[in-house]
């Protein structure tokens, strides 16, 4: 089952400038993360918001998330060429005594220098 | 730092070997995964370990079984190979409270033939 769907699916944009994804889930959830994926690596970790906050920064990353609407954004500003990564959004979801994570299929952004 | 290690970054096997995937934390967390990436699927929760001993299903758990003797090491294991288990894998850990973080390891890129 996928709760979080990225939006764009793909965004390419010049170094410098600022990337914006989306991402939209279904059911209430407790905290929403969003990782990021070099080419062929693991998942890292960049923010957690939590279902009582709005927007959250970190860096040159700001997270937004819309309970009403089910939905956070992620930007980030002065895009970097090493900015060039998939990025997930992922929520929680409750598992007997722990939670699992739902991870939506990702925004693959290129930055151009 | 945190450092999740999985035992291969690359594996070729053939359709019908056993296949061991072996994924190691250092920090002492009680909660282990084994997700599987294809694209445009995003990651999908295989197995999940909460204990040592202890396991639950993931969303897709057909064809694949686990072991978790110590709590440090979480195995995989995928008892005949097949064509459609051709994938990345990707190992996580955490502390399994409601706002942790999952820590990734780099993942394996299993190709059956």
């Known amino acids: 089952s996928q709760q979080g769907e990225e939006d764009p699916q793909a965004l390419s944009i010049q170094e410098g400038e600022n990337a914006t994804m989306n991402c939209s889930y279904k059911t209430s959830i407790n905290n929403l993360q969003w990782y990021r994926q070099n080419s062929g690596r693991g998942l890292v970790h960049l923010i957690l918001i939590r279902s009582n906050e709005r927007e959250k920064h970190s860096g040159r990353l700001r997270v937004t998330l819309d309970t009403s609407k089910k939905s956070s954004s992620l930007l980030i500003t002065a895009s970097r060429a090493a900015d060039t990564a998939s990025y997930f959004c992922?929520?929680?979801?409750?598992?007997?005594?722990?939670?699992?994570?739902?991870f939506g299929s990702g925004t693959r952004l290129l930055v151009r220098p | 730092d945190v450092k999740v290690t999985q035992s291969s970054r690359y594996l070729v096997k053939r359709t019908g070997e056993k296949v061991f995937l072996e994924c190691v934390q250092d920090?002492?967390?009680?909660?282990m995964f084994w997700y599987r990436q294809d694209p445009g699927l995003g990651l999908r929760l295989i197995y999940f370990?909460?204990?040592?001993?202890?396991?639950e299903k993931g969303d897709i758990p057909e064809g694949y079984s686990v072991s978790r003797e110590k709590k440090e090491r979480f195995s995989l294991i995928l008892e005949s190979a097949s064509t459609n288990q051709t994938s990345m894998y990707l190992c996580?850990?955490?502390?399994?409270?409601?706002?942790?973080?999952?820590?990734f390891g780099p993942g394996t890129r299993l190709t059956v033939l």
């Open positions: 996580a850990s955490n502390r399994g409270g409601s706002t942790d973080t999952q820590y």
């Open positions: 992922a929520t929680d979801s409750r598992m007997d005594s722990s939670y699992k994570l739902i």
């Open positions: 370990s909460y204990d040592v001993k202890m396991k």
């Open positions: 920090m002492d967390h009680e909660n």
